[in-house]
């Protein structure tokens, strides 16, 4: 599909769900966490982010825009039964970016960046859900603000549609403040999964559904061999014997040293090699140094 | 509630290795009015979940949240038209995993 | 028009072979499920004897999601501090074509449901079917939960489940008394495979499924314990009325069950990974619906086709060779142009031809007779009560005798020899 046939006139919007493990199953026996596609599926900020498509795709509609919504998602072949039902809600296009292992914020941005740039999806707004329920940190839409080098407001928790084209967001500040902004093409945003609620299909939707095909994009990334990270060694947590004493208290006093006399702060000055010398003197002193390193 | 030799779990433990996936709607709602003139409370002894508690007043609270939706309460129910049930919504509801 | 020939509700294992054999039939087939995915509402009290399947899906065990096959098979009287067994052991159910095998419910029939979808039927979850649409009496479609949720069939199948709304509301239940049903309740505890092999002496995809009698106190019922891969499952089903009535709630009683020296030291140090609850017929043949009205179906637990006697315990053959039945039943019915009452009758013939029905109908009266108190009070009383009498050695006294042993339990637990024979020739008949 060329650019000329995504709607150049109107506006598009791409909504962005991520195919996450909602209720992981960690195995108490090897610790190890059991993905299966029974318990995977979109989290509520996500379907939140659909249904604001969705409803501002209506609103402009309404005041004579042509829209197109759009469902992107980057994830395994496993998703594609759940991504149809977006075609169900009301979803124009819906497509999948292969993605069939767990990748950094970074590069997952990096790859849904190369599905919505103007030759592709040509979107005026993405919308995503604000963090994904797979310990996520929100950071998808940012980078995809970066990439795309469209504005960028996060984690809106009220979104309302103005005139074609532009939107007043809400989004919360610290000490129960908010903030309220306009919002114009092009821009990323993120709702939190309070600011809507996923409509329900008709049946005659989801039986036709049932015949659309997710179109599938796939994206080669050279992305480096991943090196784990290398941090200066730190030396383990000391065992010290419980406190002794009769009560809490007492105990608590000796645990913390409430009320014994603490090291007066030495000022120390310094080349670099005598410094360290120092350091690894006091921590040999206090008893961290018992063991090595490791290799 | 156990016998000594064997650690049992607490009911909100075993409750929460259950996947419910609640709806707004409640599926199934108790008339205490009803309630409050039934003598056997067969629904506080039986639901599985333990769903159905008396309250101080001789009525009966009952949480729709934690439900294993398997009819036992009102099939239990002595008092006509107590309890109106019905299964949550589609997609909704209880999920087991490994039963 | 119709929008479909036959429309399922409920995707377990009586739907899934409803959809598929109408579908196979080439008929139009939508098979509705209200859960998120097949089998998310469904649990049981532990084994899938396939058999019926070889017809259905040939080679079946190659590719169905199993988790061991039971290939030792133990019945347990037990008392507070007691328990008797009987134990057999067959290495040739470890074998194709197999006998019994645990598995997940959620497991197993949305593996069996998308054999449905890959015959043609159109299998739409989370959709809930909230009432039938009628024609007069008959029956032409379902309403769903879902907007504009109508549609429209020339056969609806029933395969909805225990509390089958649908069948009730089509008037094919009678009043439902609480006497017939029992609720199962039941913990999956992990444990690892090693510990499993070692502790239930398997090896391998073999299993144990233990069934007992005389551990549910004084609500009639019985318990029961299987393997899985990684894990157990131990439960227990109890009458609903006299559970209501006894101010004991059920995981009460699963928790003496646990702590019982029989089984504790069986599922020591495994963690509860799921717990689980549903509501079972017990009753069987004696609390049917009827099975067939204008335009309606009714298959599996929605027609009480679970088979609830003590010895044999067995509930998902029956539904998949009832919903087997009606989708080719109502298939032809469309093929013919006939799907009224008449028309669907050949249901009923296929059911009264096969095991579904013969069995159901020799054994009416054992859910009765397992329920009543001789079976779950006297028996595991006596029996391990006879145990405990012949095998303690009680020199430098000599030892009673067989018959004077029998006849001492006998007198202590007020069984009479008369009411003894009796009931033993009951069974007889029953069970012969």
């Known amino acids: 599909m060329n650019s000329a046939d995504l709607n150049p006139a109107g506006i598009n919007l791409v909504a962005c769900v991520k195919w996450a493990e909602l209720r992981p199953e960690i195995d108490p026996l090897h610790g190890s966490v059991e993905a299966s596609q029974r318990s995977s599926g979109f989290s509520s900020s996500d379907f939140a982010a659909v249904e604001s498509a969705l409803r501002l795709a209506q609103a402009w509609s309404d005041q004579g825009q042509v829209c197109v ?59 995503c859900g604000d963090v994904s329920s797979d310990r996520g940190s929100g950071s998808v839409p940012a980078y995809l603000a970066h990439h795309l080098g469209m504005q960028q407001a996060l984690g809106l928790i009220g979104l309302e549609s103005t005139d074609p084209g532009s939107l007043h967001a809400t989004r919360r500040l610290d000490g129960g403040r908010r903030e309220r902004l306009l919002l114009t093409a092009a821009a990323v945003i993120s709702v939190e999964g309070s600011v809507a609620t996923l409509r329900r299909s008709s049946l005659a939707a989801t039986l036709a559904a049932k015949q659309k095909t997710v179109e599938l994009r796939k994206q080669q990334i050279d992305w480096p061999t991943e090196v784990n990270r290398l941090r200066p060694w730190r030396p383990r947590a000391r065992v010290l014997a419980p406190p002794a004493g009769d009560d809490a208290l007492s105990r608590i006093l000796e645990l913390t040293g409430a009320q014994s006399g603490s090291t007066a702060a030495r000022t120390l000055r310094l080349d670099p090699e005598q410094a360290a010398e120092a350091v690894l003197e006091q921590l040999a002193a206090w008893g961290y140094l018992d063991d090595s390193p490791p290799a | 509630m156990s016998t000594d030799s064997y650690p049992e779990i607490s009911f909100e433990t075993r409750m929460s290795s259950v996947e419910f996936r609640v709806h707004e709607r409640a599926h199934i709602t108790v008339d205490s009015k009803i309630c409050a003139d039934c003598s056997t409370r067969g629904c506080i002894t039986a639901c599985p979940a333990n769903l159905f508690v008396s309250t101080a007043d001789g009525g009966i609270l009952f949480n729709y949240e934690l439900c294993f939706e398997c009819g036992t309460c009102y099939m239990v129910c002595n008092e006509e038209g107590a309890i109106s049930w019905s299964y949550p919504e589609g997609g909704h509801g209880v999920v087991f995993h490994s039963s | ?375 779950q009070q006297q028996l595991p009383r006596i029996a391990c009560g006879v145990m405990e009498q012949l095998f303690t050695v009680t020199n430098p006294d000599p030892k009673p005798g067989l018959r004077k042993i029998i006849r001492g339990q006998m007198k202590l637990n007020n069984l009479k020899l008369r009411d003894a024979i009796s009931q033993g020739m009951k069974a007889l008949r029953t069970f012969g």
């Open chain 3, 1 to 375: 028009m119709t929008d479909f020939d036959v429309i399922v509700v409920g995707a377990g294992p009586a739907g899934a072979a409803a959809a598929l054999e109408a579908a196979r039939a080439g008929r139009s087939v939508c098979l509705l499920e209200r859960g998120p995915y097949p089998g998310s509402k469904n649990m049981y009290g532990g084994v899938v004897y396939g058999r019926v399947l070889d017809s259905l899906i040939p080679n079946w065990w190659e590719e169905a999601p199993i988790q061991r096959w039971v290939t030792r098979r133990s019945t347990m009287l037990m008392t507070g501090d007691q328990a008797v067994t009987v134990d057999y052991r067959c290495s040739s159910w470890g074998e194709a074509p197999y006998n019994g095998a645990t598995a997940f419910r959620p497991e197993f029939d949305a593996w069996l449901a998308s054999k449905a979808e890959a015959a043609g039927a159109v299998l739409i979850c989370s959709t809930t079917a909230t009432g039938l649409l009628r024609d007069g009496t008959r029956v032409v479609g379902v309403r769903t939960d879902r907007p504009d949720g109508d549609l429209t069939a020339q056969v609806v199948i029933c395969c909805d489940g225990v509390n089958s709304f649908l069948a009730k509301e089509a008037g094919l239940y009678p009043p439902s008394d609480p006497a017939n049903y029992t609720l199962g309740v039941k913990e999956t505890i992990l444990l690892p495979r090693e510990v499993i092999d070692e502790r239930f002496a398997v090896r391998g995809d073999h299993g144990v499924d233990i069934e007992i009698l005389g551990c549910t106190g004084e609500v009639p019922g019985g318990g029961f314990l299987y393997t899985n891969a990684e894990s157990l499952a131990v439960g227990l089903v109890l009458s609903l009325p006299k559970l209501a009535a006894c101010g004991r709630r059920p995981e009460e009683i699963l928790a003496e069950l646990k702590a019982h020296s029989a089984i504790a030291p069986l599922i020591e140090g495994g963690q509860v990974k799921e717990y689980s609850a549903h509501v079972i017929p017990e009753a069987g043949y004696k609390m049917m619906p009827e099975l067939i009205g204008d335009g309606i179906l009714v298959a599996g637990d929605a027609a009480a086709m679970c088979l609830a006697a003590g010895i044999w315990l067995e509930g998902v053959n029956f539904a998949i060779g009832s919903g087997a039945a009606a989708g080719q039943a109502a298939a032809r019915a469309v093929q013919r142009r006939d799907t009224s009452s008449a028309g669907l009758q050949d249901y009923r013939r296929r059911l009264d031809s096969n095991f579904v029905m013969s069995d159901h109908r020799k054994l009416r009266e054992a859910p009765h007779l397992v329920m009543s108190d001789l079976a």
């Open chain 1, 69 to 127: 919504v759009t469902v992107l998602c980057a994830g395994p072949e496993d998703a594609e039964d759940s991504l149809r039902d977006f075609f169900a809600v009301g979803a124009t296009r819906v497509v999948r970016v292969d993605l069939a292992e767990q990748r950094s914020s970074a590069q997952v941005a990096e790859l849904l960046a190369s599905a919505l740039v103007p030759s592709q999806l040509n979107a005026q707004f993405v919308i």
